[in-house]
């Protein structure tokens, strides 16, 4: 079955870091950009990070800029986003993605 399946959310003090992960099965995402969105309580998608397939090119949104790390493991066919320094609007549904696919997601709830 082809899917992505996002883990490592969870709750988290603000200032505090997450690192999130999103296995592919099903096929290889050693060709494919992929990408983090999020999703908050009452409000539309929200594109975080995108890294192209070799993992030499990645972009970011102003509002995670500085404190979230995409990064790819090919030879494991798993994405990461590295999370610093979370702030309470940090707080959604995040989600993993190709142009085609998308993961069910993993809560991060930042709260004190």
């Known amino acids: 079955e082809v899917q992505l399946v996002e883990s490592g959310g969870g709750l988290v003090q603000p200032g505090g870091s997450l690192r999130l992960s999103c296995a592919a099965s099903g096929f290889s995402i050693s060709n494919t950009a992929m990408n983090w969105v999020r999703q908050a309580p009452g409000k539309g998608p929200e594109f975080v990070s995108s890294?192209?397939?070799?993992?030499?090119?990645?972009s970011y949104s102003d509002s995670v800029k500085g404190r979230f790390t995409i990064s790819r493991d090919n030879a494991k066919n798993t994405l990461y986003l590295q999370l610093a320094s979370l702030k309470i609007e940090d707080t959604a549904m995040y989600y993993c993605?190709?142009?085609?696919?998308r993961g069910q997601g993993t809560q991060v709830t930042v709260s004190s």
């Open positions: 890294i192209n397939s070799r993992g030499s090119d990645t």
């Open positions: 993605s190709t142009l085609t696919l």
